[in-house]
């Protein structure tokens, strides 16, 4: 009998994976944690060096071919020292002034003497991903435990992961002061920086976690951060992701959420910065009657590519979640929405609704929508919309008609765009900021 | 006097198609209220477009003078600064754009093209709720995006107050009783009078006679196959009314 044709065949290692399993040698006995958490990172290493970087036959990955696209893997990057620390004071300026509690990570590293840990309220608690990992904080037994994933760019994730933040809130707490994880990179040389946070929101707590990405432009540094995020029953969790990277970075970033019952969880992207993006968001929605809501925003140029994947999961009844995406494409950027909604057959009454629309501002910008539904019971209400078009012309002459010049024009009708998604966030300090950056990036515009 | 606007032999179509616009001659003094009637598909809601300068169409032939400047050379931003204000038959709706915000942005531009100081936004906001008032447009409406959930009314009212607020040299009203009952009919008639002044004209568009019982016209136009076919004063509108547009479809051919 013939051998089986489809035997698997592992292709021959780009020089950025080969350069990866040489980092993750050099690196494995001096990252922190035990015993345990060595053996998770042998593993996980296992996992991505199985499949090797994403590329165009991986279906998830079928637009953003990793392998062509990071021909390359960087050396870590170093402990911060004080030149970089300075550097770094600057960081987070979007949102600078709202009282926010900033957390900031330099180069991948949490500094402490950068972040506001005074005066922490009751309940909540904050602890850098590498000290928790080190001292076997019990938190981070829940590590690869809130949504199963066996995506090769989040197991390198886990494989390198050095710092990030911990944060728990106890059962019951309201956290009022929004909490801003600064992420910046301030290296003139490219290097790479495997981030991993986690927050556990306890039943009937609530929290709004920002989280930043910035860094230098003309620098091709990589980063690949990650975020477990457990939503109590009861909870709320309002979370925004600003991606403003560097012009020439490349980004890859994976949030897990378990949602458990009567849960308000929302989650809102907003992405402007970094050559390549990757925003890859898998959320488990596993009790009863939950409300979700996962948004985006990319305002894109030049070369830029954005690739946005929504793994939606239903996995008890009478959840409720809304998927609003929204791109605005100058130049020759490209986007791309991979939205999936999964309802599995225990989730009767489900009502789940996702909308991805692009404005192509060029003939020459690209944009890509692949939505998916996968529903296995029969009493639901599920839709999905996408559209990509230019900007209305007759609204245009409307409001020159009225004395608005032909830029101001398009300025208004992007704003009002992208606005849809932008005031569903509910701080309305970050609405502002975005409104704002949103205003900044279309005057940025040629 | 100068006329305040003057079309001299105009010929326009629209792009890459049928000629609308064939010879049109009209002046209009400052003060004066003409009203352009027609039977349907005349061509007059083309020319307020050609007027305002809406993208996909083409002159042709012929030139319009506006305060003294070729408005076909300006794009509608300019037209609208240098005094033309459009009335839309049939308002846009704009998702997102909230209708004070849009006021502001459309009255600031418009001073500044001109060389005004901008106004503020509480002097913007006083005005605004003022004018509001006189036409039934309340604080809610003001806040909502422009036009979006809108009777066709209240975008009628809505068109009205805009005109109020930017106080244009010439108004044009193009089927400004379209989608009207009688109450609202009067309301925006009401406004488009209280901005009758002597340096201010109104050409309005309309193939009914009704809404000219309103607004009254100094002069009225037949317009049929893209020209004017004949003029008198404002009697001509209860003439038309009796015997049709028949006679002058059959002078233009």
């Known amino acids: 009998m013939a051998a089986p044709i489809s035997a698997q065949i592992r292709p021959m290692k780009t020089s950025a994976e080969l350069a990866l399993a040489e980092t993750f040698a050099a690196a494995r006995a001096i990252l922190p944690g035990g015993p345990d958490v060595a053996a998770q990172r042998a593993a996980a290493f296992g996992t991505f060096a199985d499949a090797g970087l994403p590329h165009r036959r991986v279906e998830a990955w079928r637009y953003t071919d990793l392998r062509a696209l990071m021909r390359e893997a960087r050396p870590l990057a170093a402990p911060p020292d004080a030149d970089a620390k300075a550097r770094a004071a600057a960081a987070g300026a979007m949102l600078a002034g709202l009282g926010f509690r900033r957390l900031v990570l330099v180069n991948g590293a949490f500094v402490p003497e950068l972040s506001d840990l005074a005066d922490l309220e009751a309940g909540l608690s904050i602890r850098s991903m590498a000290e928790a990992l080190a001292t076997g904080d019990a938190l981070t037994a829940r590590l690869g435990q809130t949504v199963a994933s066996s995506d090769a760019v989040l197991a390198l994730n886990t494989a390198l992961m050095g710092d990030g933040v911990v944060l728990h809130v106890a059962a019951g707490t309201a956290i009022e002061r929004p909490v801003e994880l600064v992420f910046v990179t301030t290296e003139a040389a490219p290097v790479s920086m495997f981030t991993r946070s986690l927050a556990v929101v306890e039943e009937g707590a609530s929290l709004t976690l920002i989280e930043s990405h910035e860094g230098p432009s003309g620098v091709a540094y990589q980063v690949n951060t990650a975020l477990e995020l457990v939503v109590g029953a009861g909870a709320k969790v309002e979370r925004v992701k600003i991606t403003a990277e560097g012009a020439d970075a490349v980004h890859l970033a994976t949030v897990l959420a378990r949602v458990d019952a009567t849960a308000t969880f929302a989650n809102t992207f907003f992405t402007t910065g970094g050559l390549v993006v990757r925003n890859q968001l898998l959320a488990h929605l596993a009790g009863e009657a939950i409300q979700a809501r996962m948004n985006g925003v990319s305002l894109l140029s030049g070369k830029q590519h954005a690739d946005t994947l929504l793994s939606v999961d239903h996995a008890a009844p009478a959840g409720e979640s809304r998927e609003s995406f929204r791109a605005v494409l100058d130049g020759a950027a490209q986007d791309i929405f991979q939205g999936k909604i999964a309802v599995r057959q225990a989730a009767q009454k489900t009502d789940a609704r996702m909308l991805s629309r692009a404005l192509l501002l060029t003939e020459t910008a690209e944009a890509c929508a692949k939505p998916e539904l996968e529903i296995f019971a029969d009493d639901v209400q599920c839709g999905h919309g996408c559209t990509t078009g230019t900007l209305d012309q007759q609204l245009k002459f409307y409001l020159m008609s009225r004395g608005i010049p032909a830029k101001e024009a398009e300025a208004l009708l992007i704003q009002a765009f992208v606005g849809e998604v932008i005031d569903a966030i509910g701080n309305e300090g970050v609405r502002t900021a975005l409104a704002d950056a949103t205003q900044a990036w279309l005057l940025g515009r040629e | 006097m100068a006329p305040l606007l003057e079309i001299k032999d105009l ?168 989608g009207l009952d009688i109450d609202a009919l009067k309301v925006v008639s009401n406004g488009v009078n209280a901005l009758r002044s002597p340096e201010r004209s109104m050409l309005v568009i309309t193939h009914y006679q009704r809404l000219l019982d309103y607004i009254v016209p100094d002069v009225v136009h037949v317009f049929a196959a893209g020209r004017i076919v004949h003029t008198g004063g404002k009697e001509l509108a209860l003439e038309l009314e009796a015997t049709g547009y028949a006679q002058y479809q059959n002078e233009a051919a």
């Open chain 2, 11 to 178: 010929h326009a179509e629209i792009s890459g198609g049928r000629k609308i616009i064939d010879g049109m001659n009209l002046s209009i003094n400052p003060g004066e209220v003409h009203a352009i009637m027609g039977p349907n598909g005349a061509g007059k809601s083309t020319l307020s477009y050609v007027l305002s300068g809406k993208p996909g169409y083409e002159i042709t032939g012929g030139e319009v003078i506006f305060r003294g400047v070729n408005l076909l050379e300006l794009s509608p931003d300019e037209r609208a600064a240098q005094g033309l204000f459009l009335c839309f038959q049939y308002p846009l709706e704009i998702p997102g754009v909230s209708n004070m915000a849009f006021l502001h942005t459309a009255v600031n531009s418009q001073r500044r093209k001109r060389g005004e100081t901008e106004l503020t936004s509480p002097e913007l906001v006083r005005k605004v709720r003022e004018l509001g008032q006189t036409l039934g447009i309340n604080a809610e409406m003001l806040k909502r995006p422009v036009n979006v959930g809108f009777s066709g009314g209240e975008k009628k009212r809505n068109e009205t107050l805009q005109m109020m607020l930017l106080e244009p040299y010439l108004c044009v009203l193009d089927e400004a009783d379209s």
